[in-house]
C-alpha cells in the first residue's frame, strides 16, 4: 500500500510539474516576444507598470519569468529602477492567476483537454498553433497530474503521524523555510502553489498550517531572478533584490496579521469546504494588498536597494558566473536579453583590443617598433584569440535556449563579428611585423610611400572608430559611413599599387621593400573588408535591437 502511495504521488507530480512547464513553456513562446515589445515601451507611470506587469504574469503564468525580462531590461538600460519596480509589483499579483485556474478544478475534463491539445500538436504544423496546442496540452496535463496527487496522498489523512507532521507549518518560521525552500528547488512558485493546493484537496493540511508555507513560497520564488541576476549589472542585481524585499516585507506583513487577527478564519469563510480556492484567495490577496501598501513606497524601495547595493567603482564582469546563473534559469525571455546584452560589452570590448591594434600596427610602421617592440600587440592579439573563442562557446550554449526569431538572428550576427574582428586582430598583427622586419633589415620607403602609410593609418582609424560606435550601439554609426570607407581603402589600394609599380620602375625603391609593401597594402585593403562585414552585422544587430537602443538613450 505504501509503495502504491508513493508511486501515485511522484507519477501526479511528474505530471503536474510536467504540465505546468508545457503550458509555461509555450505561452512564453506563443506571447514572449510580443510581451518584450510592451516592456520596451513602457512608461514610467507606476500605475500602467503595475497593469503591465500583472497582465503579462497573467499571460505567461509565471512571475519568474516576468522578473527575469524585467532585469534583462534593467541590465541593457532598457528600463531603469523606477520603471522595474512597478511591473515587479505587477508580477506578483500577475502570479496569482495560476493558483485561481487550479481552484477551478476542471479534473474532470482533464483527459480531454490535454487530447484536444495534443491532437493539434501531432496532425497541425503551424508553430503559432502548436504553441498554442502545447499550452492546453499542458493544462490538461497538470490536471491530470493534480487527480493523481490528491488521490494518492487522501489516504494519508487517515495517518496520525503525517497529520502531526503537517500541523507543524503551523510554526511561522519553519512553514516559511518549507515553502521558501521548496519553490527555491523547483523555481516555480506557481507549481509549488498548486502542490499546496492538491495536498488541500486530499485532507492532509488545512489553511492554518498552509497559510506560511503559502507565504514562504513568495520568498522563494526569487531565487530564479537571483541566479539570472548574476555577473550582471549594479541595477540588474538591484531590481532582483526589489523583487526580494517586497516578498520578504509582504510575508512580515501577513504573518503579523495571521498572528493577530482572524484572517485565516475569516479565507476559510469565503470559500467553505473548497480548500483549493481558499489557498487561492489568500495568495492573491497577500500579492494584492502587499502592492497596494508599497504602491506609495516604490521610489523608498529604489533607495534602499541602492543603499545596500552601493555603486562600485568599477565593472567587473564575471567571464563564466554570469552565464551559468543564465543557464540555471527555466525562463528564456529574459534570459535572452540578459545574455544578449552581456555578450555585447564583451564583443565591445574585443573590439576595443582589435582597434588600439589597428592604430599601434600602423604607428610602428610609420615610426618603428618602440622598445618593447611589438609585445604589447602580441599581447593583445593573444587577448583577441582567447575572447574569440569563449565568447563563441558562450554564444553556441545561449543558442541552445528556446529564443525569438530576432533573438536567433542576433546571436547569429554576433558570430560574425567575432570571426571578422579576429580577422581584423591577424592583419593589424601582420602589419606589426612588417613593421619589425622593416626595423631588424634597416629597409626604408620613399617619401610618398611614407605620405601613403598615413593616409592608410588615418581611413582605417575612421573605420575602426565607426565599429565602436556600433558596438555601442550610437545612433551616429550607419552602415552607409563604413560603406564609404571601405570604398575609399579599395580606391586607395587600387591607386597606391600602381604608384608602386611606377617607383620600382623608376628604381626609387627595393625588391625586398616592394613586395612588404605589396604585402601591406593586401592586409590593408583586407582589413577594410571585415570592417565592412562587422559594419553589416551590427546594422542588422542595431535594428533588431532598436527598442533597447532608443529607450537606453532616452534614460540616459
Request: hydrophobic share 45%; aromatic share 6%.
Amino acid at each position: 500500500m505504501g509503495v502504491e502511495l508513493l508511486l501515485g504521488l511522484l507519477g501526479g507530480l511528474a505530471l503536474f510539474l510536467y504540465g505546468m512547464q508545457m503550458m509555461s513553456t509555450n505561452l512564453e513562446a506563443a506571447a514572449g516576444n510580443k510581451m518584450k515589445q510592451i516592456l520596451e515601451r513602457l512608461t514610467s507611470n507606476r500605475f500602467l507598470g503595475v497593469l503591465v506587469g500583472a497582465v503579462i504574469t497573467a499571460l505567461i503564468q509565471s512571475s519568474s519569468a516576468t522578473t527575469v525580462m524585467v532585469v534583462g531590461f534593467v541590465n541593457s538600460g532598457l528600463m531603469t529602477l523606477n520603471q522595474a519596480v512597478w511591473v515587479i509589483m505587477g508580477a506578483n499579483i500577475g502570479t496569482t492567476i495560476t493558483g485561481q485556474l487550479i481552484a477551478l478544478d476542471i479534473g474532470a475534463l482533464a483527459p480531454l483537454i490535454a487530447f484536444i491539445g495534443v491532437a493539434i500538436l501531432v496532425f497541425v504544423k503551424n508553430k503559432k498553433l502548436q504553441h498554442i496546442a502545447g499550452m492546453v496540452a499542458g493544462i490538461g496535463v497538470l490536471f491530470i497530474g493534480m487527480d493523481m496527487m490528491s488521490s494518492a496522498m487522501s489516504p494519508l489523512r487517515d495517518e496520525p503521524q503525517f497529520v502531526e507532521l503537517m500541523t507543524r507549518f503551523s510554526n511561522p518560521l519553519l512553514g516559511i523555510l518549507v515553502g521558501a525552500g521548496f519553490t527555491a528547488l523547483i523555481q516555480s512558485s506557481s507549481a509549488s502553489v498548486g502542490i499546496l493546493q492538491a495536498l488541500a484537496m486530499s485532507g492532509v493540511i488545512d489553511l492554518h498550517s498552509a497559510v506560511f508555507v503559502l507565504f514562504g513560497q513568495n520568498i522563494g520564488t526569487c531565487i530564479t531572478a537571483v541566479l539570472a541576476s548574476i555577473g550582471t549589472t549594479r541595477n540588474a542585481k538591484r531590481a532582483t533584490a526589489i523583487h526580494l524585499l517586497f516578498n520578504i516585507i509582504g510575508t512580515a506583513i501577513f504573518v503579523v496579521i495571521s498572528l493577530v487577527t482572524p484572517f485565516t478564519d475569516f479565507m476559510i469563510r469565503m470559500a467553505p469546504g473548497n480548500p483549493m480556492a481558499q489557498i487561492a484567495n489568500v495568495h492573491t490577496t497577500f500579492n494584492l494588498v502587499t502592492t497596494i501598501l508599497l504602491l506609495p513606497f516604490g521610489t523608498m524601495l529604489v533607495k534602499a536597494v541602492e543603499k545596500l547595493l552601493p555603486d562600485t567603482q568599477a565593472r567587473v564582469m564575471d567571464e563564466d558566473h554570469w552565464l551559468e546563473g543564465l543557464m540555471a534559469s527555466k525562463h528564456h525571455l529574459g534570459v535572452s536579453t540578459i545574455a544578449i546584452s552581456q555578450l555585447r560589452e564583451e564583443i565591445r570590448d574585443m573590439m576595443s583590443m582589435a582597434v588600439k591594434n589597428v592604430d599601434s600596427s600602423f604607428q610602428a610602421v610609420e615610426q618603428g617598433p618602440g622598445e618593447d617592440g611589438i609585445k604589447e600587440i602580441e599581447d593583445r592579439e593573444e587577448e583577441i584569440d582567447l575572447a574569440n573563442v569563449r565568447l563563441s562557446k558562450k554564444i553556441s550554449r545561449v543558442l541552445v535556449l528556446d529564443q525569438t526569431p530576432k533573438d536567433i538572428e542576433t546571436l547569429n550576427k554576433m558570430y560574425s563579428v567575432l570571426g571578422n574582428i579576429e580577422r581584423i586582430g591577424d592583419h593589424a598583427m601582420n602589419l606589426a611585423e612588417y613593421a619589425q622586419t622593416i626595423k631588424e633589415k634597416e629597409l626604408t620607403f620613399s617619401e610618398y610611400a611614407q605620405s601613403e602609410f598615413t593616409v592608410m593609418a588615418d581611413s582605417c582609424s575612421k573605420g575602426m572608430e565607426l565599429l565602436e560606435q556600433a558596438a555601442a550601439g550610437s545612433r551616429n554609426f550607419t552602415l552607409e559611413k563604413v560603406q564609404e570607407i571601405e570604398q575609399k581603402i579599395d580606391d586607395i589600394t587600387l591607386k597606391f599599387r600602381q604608384n608602386q609599380i611606377d617607383r620600382m620602375r623608376e628604381g626609387h625603391c627595393s625588391v625586398e621593400a616592394s613586395i612588404l609593401y605589396s604585402e601591406m597594402l593586401t592586409d590593408y585593403e583586407r582589413i577594410g573588408d571585415h570592417m565592412l562585414n562587422i559594419a553589416e552585422a551590427y546594422d542588422m544587430i542595431n535594428l533588431n535591437d532598436e527598442g533597447i537602443t532608443q529607450s537606453a538613450a532616452a534614460n540616459a
